[in-house]
């Protein structure tokens, strides 16, 4: 096979292909960690390395550095005897980072009220119109990736990079478990208003209705926070 063709591009095999740019390490560790953010890799589940090699067409060595760095990120967790594993988390920890993103995103959508450009606050209009579409065909998957884009461009509003990378480092961090919370009876119902009041508090460049709009939108309290735990599979969380 030439050195040109995709990691693990062979015809008839059930391995991976990985795209061409960056290193194998890079490439592979890219495409784990979206593996791990979209929780096809589920918290707790193993990663072994010869497995991964074998999925995705590449010697053992690629595999170790993109496990270093995974684990670098906090996305995986060396465990002794047991080996690599996807990182869970456990309750109180989970509840302290739902607070932190709640501080975290609500700092991004109050500099974006100050500093959204007139073509952010449109794209931030338009996600928001496909998840209106999204809601009405009851599809909470797709739900779920409209809902992270507009979150995207709402980091990008806030024209501050170092927050911005944060953010998203902690958004990444829990988004296994985040997905649940689009899940819940009446969530994604409830995002479409939160979004609105948002976008709103920007489009008027009122900087602190745009803080708390977006840390409440985040933050789970009381019965929410409650229903959300009990619904989270034990396999999940660590004790």
Same mark, same amino acid.
């Given at each position: ?10 015809a008839?095999d059930e391995?991976?292909?990985?795209p061409?740019?960056g ?12 593996m ?9 589940e ?18 170790r ?18 080996g ?6 456990s309750?109180?920890?989970?509840? /302290?980072?739902?607070?932190? +993103?709640? =501080?975290? $995103?609500?700092?991004? %959508?109050?500099? #974006?009220?100050r500093?959204? !450009?007139?073509?952010?606050?449109a ?14 065909t009851?599809?909470?998957?797709r ?5 992270r ?17 944060q953010t ?18 009446g ?6 208003? /939160?979004h609105?009041t948002? +976008?709103q =508090?920007? $489009?008027?460049?009122? %900087?602190e209705? #745009?803080?708390?709009?977006a !840390? ?24």
């Amino acid at each position: 096979m030439s050195e040109d063709m995709l990691i693990g591009e062979v015809a008839g095999d059930e391995r991976t292909a990985l795209p061409r740019a960056g290193t194998r390490a890079d490439e592979l560790r890219a495409r784990l960690e979206e593996m791990i953010v979209s929780a096809e890799l589920a918290p707790g589940e193993r990663l072994d390395e010869a497995e991964l090699a074998t999925r995705f067409g590449v010697s053992r060595t690629p595999v170790r550095e993109a496990l270093k760095a995974l684990a670098a990120m906090g996305l995986v967790e060396v465990r002794g005897r047991q080996g690599v594993t996807v990182a869970s988390i456990s309750i109180p920890i989970l509840i /302290e980072m739902f607070e932190m +993103m709640a =501080a975290m $995103e609500g700092l991004c %959508a109050k500099l #974006a009220a100050r500093r959204a !450009s007139p073509a952010q606050k449109a794209e931030m209009r338009n996600i928001h119109a496909r998840l209106v579409e999204a809601l009405a065909t009851s599809d909470p998957p797709r739900f779920y990736e409209i809902n992270r884009e507009f979150h995207e461009v709402l980091y990008d509003a806030s024209h501050a990079g170092f927050i911005a990378q944060q953010t998203r480092a902690l958004r990444r961090r829990v988004a296994a478990y985040r997905r649940y919370v689009t899940f819940q009876p009446g969530r994604m119902a409830a995002t479409i208003g /939160e979004h609105e009041t948002i +976008m709103q =508090a920007i $489009e008027r460049a009122d %900087a602190e209705a #745009a803080f708390k709009a977006a !840390s409440d939108h985040v933050m789970l309290l009381g019965d929410d926070m409650a229903d959300f735990i009990a619904a989270l599979p034990k396999s999940l969380m660590r004790a």
